[in-house]
Nanobody
Framework: QVQLVESGGGLVHAGGSLRLSCVAS????????MGWYRQAPGKQRELVAR???????DYADSVKGRFTISRDNAKNTVYLQMNSLKPEDTAVYYC????????????WGQGTQVTVSS
């Protein structure tokens, strides 16, 4: 069983910053990739940032240079530092972990709302 709990969302003015946290519990290993995705109204869920155990990262073009993903394996926690926020960043942000004990499987958190006002 895997559970992910996100926190840190909220309302912020354009240009402001937020830091999201995601704590994973259960059968999580350091080799498992963790990341952040978001879904805005009327749009499909998209990758925001992803980090693997090897330190590789993948960012959406729209957030490069503004967002930073990091991970604390000892706490099974992944963070997303969001700077220079824009109204178009408004979305529900979801944490995810990819496990592969038996077969590849992605677990999702419940999501945290991020709203950026202009």
């Amino acid at each position: 069983q895997v559970q992910l709990v996100e926190s840190g969302g909220g309302l912020v003015h354009a240009g402001g910053s937020l830091r999201l946290s995601c704590v994973a519990s259960g059968s999580i290993f350091s080799r498992d990739a963790m990341g952040w995705y978001r879904q805005a109204p009327g749009k499909q869920r998209e990758l925001v940032a992803r980090l693997t155990s090897g330190g590789n990262t993948d960012y959406a073009d729209s957030v490069k240079g503004r967002f930073t993903i990091s991970r604390d394996n000892a706490k099974n926690t992944v963070y997303l530092q969001m700077n220079s926020l824009k109204p178009e960043d408004t979305a529900v942000y979801y944490c995810a972990v990819d496990t592969s004990i038996t077969y590849p499987r992605r677990y999702w958190g419940q999501g945290t709302q991020v709203t950026v006002s202009s």
